[in-house]
């Protein structure tokens, strides 16, 4: 609608919000329910992705114009509907209208995906550390670098509103920007959504990273452990892996036994030589008893035809 150069009539908050919000369910599609954004207090966001998103494009100075009254429409709930898709932020604004809001963001290159990877393989342990923002100072500053993090940069960014301003950056694209920081507060993985990366690669790495570091290997030192609960994280391999891992295992499995009944034959063997080596002893020690004993009697008879010889011998001679 047209006023002719003229500024819109001024429309009270509460009567914009409610003609929008009914509007944009005229517009929606059937099943799709509206996403607004609902902020409790003064502050757009309380934790650490939503800050840093505001952060981050409140540094760029031709956005400065538009913020004060965008962060305002933020609050008092004008933003009806915000979604967030790989590469597109879509959202509805209750202005004079209702304003289509669309914002293209580039996929982050696979270079800077591995560069962060590589930089944060060795910090980064637990999902929910990485969902809550509870991270190492260097993690923290690697994911939020200005040129090389998370957050799109300038030329990654296309944005458009439906409304007569044609500045760059008008109110209502400024209102669906800390819309969004609002939405990272509750659902921080829509960031990594947004750039079209997993991040639970991030952890996959750390795990590997430290099991080469210690010289482990996953199938043998965490078998039977549930490295989702351990990790916080789904520990998803693809279907063609899983053959070869049970054969490793089977493999591994049919050596502990064998090794087992190595040892169990060893030690059977063992226990027969010792049995063996009593009873030598007990016969030894038997043979001994014996020739002393034969020895006693062949000294007694010595000594009995050697009495009968003396006796003998006095009788011949009387």
């Given amino acids: ?26 517009r929606m599609k059937k099943g799709q329910s509206l996403q607004p954004v609902q902020i409790a207090g003064t502050k757009i966001s309380k934790t650490f992705w939503g800050q840093a998103w505001c952060e981050h494009f409140e ?39 209702l304003y289509d809001v669309n914002i ?35 993690v923290i500053a690697r994911l939020t670098n200005p040129k090389d993090g998370l957050f799109p ?27 969004v920081a609002a939405r990272l507060d509750s659902q921080p993985e829509l960031l990594f959504v947004l750039r079209g990366v997993d991040q639970s690669e991030l952890i996959a790495d750390a795990i590997s990273t430290q099991e080469s570091d210690l010289g482990l290997e996953a199938a043998s030192d965490f078998e039977g452990d549930d490295l989702g609960a351990i990790f916080g994280i789904e520990m998803a391999s693809p279907a063609k892996d899983l053959p070869k891992k049970k054969k490793a295992a089977k493999k591994k499995s049919v050596k502990k036994k064998a090794s087992k009944k190595k040892t169990s034959k060893k030690k059977a063997s063992k226990k027969k030589a ?10 030894a020690k038997k043979k001994a008893v014996k020739k002393k004993a034969l020895k006693r009697k062949m000294a007694k008879r010595k000594v009995t035809k050697s009495k009968g010889v003396n006796k003998r011998a006095t009788n011949t001679a009387i």
């Avoid at 010792?274 to 016969?283: E, R």
């Fill in 104 to 138: 293209q963001i580039d996929a982050l290159p696979a270079k800077k995906w591995k560069a962060i990877r590589k930089d944060c393989q060795h910090s980064v342990l637990s999902l929910i550390d990485l969902m809550r923002g509870k991270l190492s100072e260097e």
């Fill in 59 to 97: 540094g760029y100075r031709d956005f400065s114009n538009r913020l004060p009254r965008g962060k305002t429409y933020a609050r008092n709930g004008s933003v009806c509907h915000l979604e967030i898709t790989p590469g597109k932020i879509f959202g509805l604004v209750c202005g004079s209208e």
């Fill in 274 to 283: 010792s049995k063996k080596k009593s009873v030598k002893k007990k016969a």
């Fill in 153 to 179: 940069i300038g030329k990654e960014m296309s944005l458009s509103c439906d409304c007569p301003d044609y500045s760059r950056l008008c109110k209502h694209l400024a209102a669906v920007m800390y819309g």
């Fill in 1 to 26: 609608m047209s006023y002719y150069g003229r500024w819109a009539p001024y429309v009270p908050v509460a009567r914009r919000k409610a003609n929008g919000v009914r509007e944009a369910q005229t």
